[in-house]
């Protein structure tokens, strides 16, 4: 089968479309023929070995897939070859065929097509983990959202109007922020040209953000943190600006808020059954027409290494997509 393979760590570029061998199924996994997968962030980080682990050389990049199933292992039972399916995998979707373990693999519904559904799984699943799991984000409360164009930010502001708070949307231009209204936000903040903390507190009259969902980090987070709400909660998602931040924790006494760690890929590999609740709730959602992920653009699997490149130069918004041919 043809895949993308990462045999030293560096930039898209070293990547290399080549034939690799088949694998078959073991117990309690699913073997899928991928029709598409979606590019997340960390997928960036990952083949430069910057991410919080580095996988064993060589390996195929990719996690959020869509396709077919070709074959089950034993312990299977919930899907069989021939349905439509959705999973999440560690690595391994930028191929023509990944297996994928069972309590990671959903059937797809048959309204939703490959790419939504290679687009759904980590951006709607690490942004309601976060939402209703780790901040217990209430009713009318201000949900701060930054980076909110890209994949999970999306997914964050329209969770957010889905569970009833007021949202404000952070991003770094005027056509991301446009984006993001569509979506339901009911504010905006371009901090590329507006002081984050200040705006913050205009726009929730001196109060602050009760919860603040931050994918990005860098320079944005502690003025995000300064701008919260007393018990505010901050949510730590993820580091696209590239640089960890330093945060004073005498800002978190000050406030009395809680700083959290938002780790979706190990709640749904620790915690199965409460990921399989929230995938239904997420699901049910959808089938209402509440949820829709943003489709930026489709590449072919050939051309993986061009929508790395194009995510790392923070050109998304919302969903990159690996159409594959299998």
Request: hydrophobic residues 40%; neutral net charge; aromatic residues 8%.
């Amino acid at each position: 089968m043809k895949a993308i393979v990462c045999k030293q760590f560096g930039p898209p570029s070293e990547l290399s479309f080549e034939e690799v061998a088949s694998v078959t199924p073991g117990e309690n996994e699913v073997l899928v023929s991928v029709n598409a997968c979606s590019v997340n962030f960390p997928d960036t980080l990952i083949i430069q070995g910057l991410y919080q682990f580095k996988p064993d050389l060589p390996f195929t990049p990719g996690s959020d897939i869509s396709g077919v199933v070709k074959e089950v292992g034993e312990g299977v039972k919930h899907v069989k070859p021939g349905d439509e399916v959705f999973g999440f995998v560690v690595n391994g979707g930028f191929a023509e065929e990944v297996i994928v373990p069972k309590n990671a693999c959903f059937k797809k519904p048959p309204q939703m097509d490959f790419p939504i559904a290679a687009s759904f799984m980590m951006a709607y699943g690490t942004s309601y983990h976060a939402l209703k799991d780790r901040a217990k984000l209430l009713k009318d409360e201000t949900l701060l959202v930054l980076g909110a164009s890209g994949g999970v930010g999306l997914a964050a502001v329209e969770l957010g109007k889905l569970m009833g708070a007021r949202v404000i949307a952070a991003a770094s231009s005027k056509d991301k922020l446009e984006l993001c209204k569509k979506f339901g936000a009911d504010e905006v903040i371009n901090y590329k040209e507006e002081d984050l903390k200040a705006r913050i507190k205009e726009l929730t009259k001196g109060k602050g953000a009760d919860v603040v969902y931050d994918p990005v980090g860098g320079s944005y987070s502690e003025p995000a943190i300064r701008g919260m709400a007393w018990e505010g909660r901050y949510l730590v998602v993820g580091f696209a600006a590239g640089d960890i931040p330093k945060i004073p924790l005498n800002l978190a006494l000050l406030k009395g808020c809680a700083i959290v760690g938002v780790f979706w890929g190990s709640f749904a590999m620790k915690t199965p059954e409460k990921n399989m609740q929230n995938t239904m709730e997420l699901m049910t959602w959808y089938a209402q027409g509440k949820l829709k992920p943003h489709i930026h653009k489709i590449y072919p699997l050939e051309n993986a290494p061009d929508a790395l490149e194009e995510m790392m130069n923070r050109e998304v918004k919302g969903k990159v997509v690996i159409g594959v041919s299998s």
